[in-house]
């Protein structure tokens, strides 16, 4: 059967005094620039009562702690192989950070930062939230540049995905679903139905982007699982990805029914 298919990536874009920058560096890079573009713009226009260089200082806090915990959550996650490999630990640019290791970390960073600095969380997990998941639709890319996260065989659009790559069982098949690509333009829709709807809500109250933004995006990762060939850590045959999910989506729900049953306010933005 023919299908649409993508070029074989690579990973290194350039060298810079022999020194390999890879494609997935530049894609987070570009993806976290962008996502603070988002947030900060975002901030400007519709929440002109907060001071604008505190967002630089708490973005910059989350964004730390978060891409740390993204990677401290996917190196437990993938233990079997990094307590041979130690080393392996620090090397970011291989790849291997998990999003929801990163959302819980930067999440309680924030809060931590935010309660010194007797700043609102709320507030400005809606206005990140924006940029985050922005900087993951693009920073989504460098999966494909690091042939990983990719999904069953291809059926009728694929992605090729060189043999030192492939999952083990998977050896003789050269293309795979993207599984990368359908991620990145849901988190973009995502981002649509967060600016565009769950705004423009009347009574809206703070908190309540974020929590959109946990549930859409925890759902979107849940039913990802399905085609994901490469999920790490099973649970009773239950990918741990999916079970963080469900727990995600459980707190973000509870959040909106017990603000809106208690805490319900109107916000003009």
């Not at 908190?207 to 099973?234: C, K, Q, T």
Request: aromatic content about 20%.
């Amino acid at each position: 059967m023919a299908y649409i298919h993508f070029a074989s990536p690579t990973d290194v874009a350039f060298y810079l005094f022999n020194i390999p920058v890879y494609f997935y560096g530049i894609c987070l890079a570009i993806g976290i620039l962008f996502g603070f573009y988002f947030s900060y713009s975002i901030m400007q226009k519709y929440y002109k009562n907060l001071d604008k260089e505190t967002l630089y200082d708490v973005f910059l806090v989350c964004l730390i702690f978060g891409f740390l915990s993204a990677r401290l959550y996917y190196c437990l996650l993938s233990s079997e192989y990094y307590v041979n490999n130690l080393s392996d630990i620090l090397n970011f640019r291989q790849g291997g950070l998990s999003i929801q290791g990163g959302i819980i970390g930067g999440f309680l960073s924030g809060i931590i930062y935010a309660k010194i600095k007797k700043l609102s969380v709320l507030v400005y997990a809606d206005i990140i939230s924006y940029g985050l998941v922005i900087a993951q639709s693009i920073g989504r890319w460098g999966n494909f540049f690091n042939s990983e996260a990719y999904g069953l065989p291809a059926k009728y659009i694929g992605v090729f995905i060189p043999t030192a790559n492939r999952i083990k069982g998977f050896e003789n098949i050269e293309y795979f679903q993207p599984t990368f690509l359908y991620e990145s333009i849901l988190d973009f829709c995502i981002f649509l139905i967060l600016f565009f709807v769950i705004r423009k809500i009347n009574n809206r109250f703070d908190g309540l982007i974020f929590a959109s933004y946990i549930i859409l995006y925890s759902s979107i990762r849940f039913f990802m699982e399905f085609l994901r060939l490469d999920s790490v850590y099973n649970i009773f045959g239950i990918h741990i990805a999916q079970i963080v999910c469900i727990i995600m989506i459980i707190c973000a729900a509870s959040f909106i029914i017990y603000s809106y049953k208690y805490k319900n306010s109107n916000i003009e933005i």
